[in-house]
């Protein structure tokens, strides 16, 4: 598949050496920096939120980005460990790291079962059956005694972090959920610099000659399934979390176009794009929800604007142009 | 004859009706994905939103124009068609020399926009569409009550899948479409005008899903949203049929919705899922699809 998409990838991805290069680092400290400084300016639900689906664009990005993988259906991990974590946290009431962790867990199974049977088919197919199998997720959410239905899960404890901390504070919970993210961010940075990360990208560059060089190229791809569904689980988990709620929105597939647009908007195959990607599209979101403008549409128009004229996206572009090639 | 496996017979055939009802929307519309498919090498994640547009086609014809079924039946494929063409022409073209998963997400997009405009002018409410006057009533077969209406729907389904079906396979056209789906390069060689061939099919294509969103207009409700959870069944129908055929196409379309029916009367609880569930198993068996080829 030696197609103008891998071209691209090329390009921006991180350096292919075993470390993260310095600008990574200087910008991965800038980051931090601003999210540490956020919730004192922007208001800290808003800021949850952007990380939140920062992490599951991430996780998500881990799968097209580097082992050029296109999953339709990541909503089914993102929505299925959310009503997970809800219930065990509301019903059981177990403590929330604890939700949390089986939500994850949930996902990571959901995650190996999807990426078993998906990964038997290529390019557009294996985007058709992960849509088709989250939607077998969503109609369980839908139909389910505890899921509730149209209602889902609400108001759900935020309960105390190992039992002392208490997530009814609102900075208590923003430093959580930031300690989430980046525990996250850091995985899949690590991932993507390991030599696990490297047969990844040999297998999105070219998958005949990986399978010549003596890789089993369905295991690596399903590791990387598997750790992208925990990671978007672990995303949806802390969601349930911060808003007290799970809901058929969590696993509607049109959730999986959304992640597919915030990672074509930041960059594919970035590091970062993911987040500037999420960032962007969910203060959008808030800001069209105000206005008269029908939110699909203009993320429609978006989402045609990125296809058409800048592939690469935010993030990708702002690379291509500092490291002195063609934008 | 009071009972069928434990189930009166007339809710059995009540639902193996409906079944093959939403299986002939699945056939029509499946096949119009494996024609644009096999043409372009794009999946048209639009094709739901198309097939809302032909509906909302029909019943504005009649609102606003006071023209009724049978004119909007040729009328409102057109129209779809017609915007198929544009749409081709002016966007889905740039993209043939990338990855093919940019022309799901560009037509993902389109999607995006079309039911969402429709959604901001109508609502989610859904709009009636009267049964032309020839169609109504049905007829007493004994066993169970056939609307007339239902009756033409799958008649007319059939003859069209079949038209298709004879066209590409057995003329001299279809020959051309198939030899320029293996080797555009060489079929343009001979001087056939393959551009226009690929405009035309994504054309056809749409029109069949503009066509199915006419007759099921007096069936379901007219709604922005009736095309986009119907699109991701037909996707899975597509998975299990494989890609290869026309035929596969038709036939899986049909006898998964007869089984979705079967398992609203047994087991009413997976109705939603079962079609899943099937994809799931044949992905197991064979991957490539019933009637698709490995490649």
Known sequence: ?327 | MSTIFGIPPQALFGQLLLGLINGSFYALLSLGLAVIFGMLNVINFAHGALYMLGAFVAWLLLTTAGIGYWWALLLAPLVVGAFGVVLEKTLLSRLYKLDHLYGLLLTFGLALIVEGAFRHFYGVSGQPYPIPDLLRGGQNLGFMFLPNYRGWVVVASLVVCLATWYAIERTKLGAYLRAATENPVLVQAFGINVPLMITATYGFGVALAGLAGVLAAPIYQVSPLMGSNLIIVVFAVVVIGGMGSILGAVLTGYGLGLLEGLTKVFYPEASNIVVFVIMAVVLLIKPAGLFGRER
């Open chain 1, 1 to 327: 598949m030696a197609t103008e998409i891998d071209a691209v990838r090329r390009d921006t991805a991180a350096p292919a050496t075993g470390r993260p290069a310095m600008p990574g680092l200087l910008a991965l400290a800038a980051l931090l920096l601003v999210l540490i400084a956020a919730p004192y300016v922007l208001y800290p639900v808003f800021v949850m939120k952007v990380l939140c689906f920062a992490l599951f664009a991430c996780a998500f990005n881990l799968l097209i980005g580097f082992a050029g993988l296109l999953s339709f259906g990541h909503a089914a991990f993102f929505g299925g460990a959310a009503y997970i974590t809800a219930h065990t946290v509301k019903v059981w009431g177990l403590p929330p790291e604890l939700g949390i962790l089986l939500g994850t867990a949930f996902s990571a199974t959901l995650g190996l079962a999807f990426g078993a049977l998906a990964i038997r088919r290529q390019g557009i197919y294996f985007a058709m059956i992960t849509l088709a199998l989250s939607q077998m997720v969503f109609f369980m959410a839908l139909q389910l005694k505890f899921t509730g239905g149209e209602d889902g899960i609400q108001a759900v404890p935020r309960g105390h972090l190992f039992g002392m901390i208490d997530l009814g504070q609102p900075m208590a919970m923003y430093y959580t959920v930031l300690a989430v993210f980046l525990f996250g961010f850091v995985v899949i940075w690590r991932t993507v610099h390991s030599p696990f990360g490297q047969v990844l990208k040999a297998i999105r560059e070219n998958e005949p000659r990986a399978i010549s060089l003596g890789y089993r190229t369905d295991h690596y791809k399903l590791m990387a399934f598997v750790l992208s569904a925990a990671l978007a689980g672990l995303a949806g988990g802390t969601k349930a979390i911060v808003f007290q709620l799970a809901t058929l929105t969590d696993v509607q597939w049109q959730m999986s176009g959304a992640v597919v647009l915030m990672t074509l908007l930041g960059g594919i195959g970035t590091l970062f794009g993911p987040v500037v990607g999420a960032a962007l599209v969910v203060t959008l979101e808030n800001y069209l929800a105000a206005s008269n403008l029908p939110v699909p549409v203009v993320i429609g128009v978006i989402f045609v604007a990125c296809v058409l004229l800048f592939r690469r996206g935010i993030v990708g572009e702002i690379a291509a142009r500092f490291s002195g090639k063609r934008p």
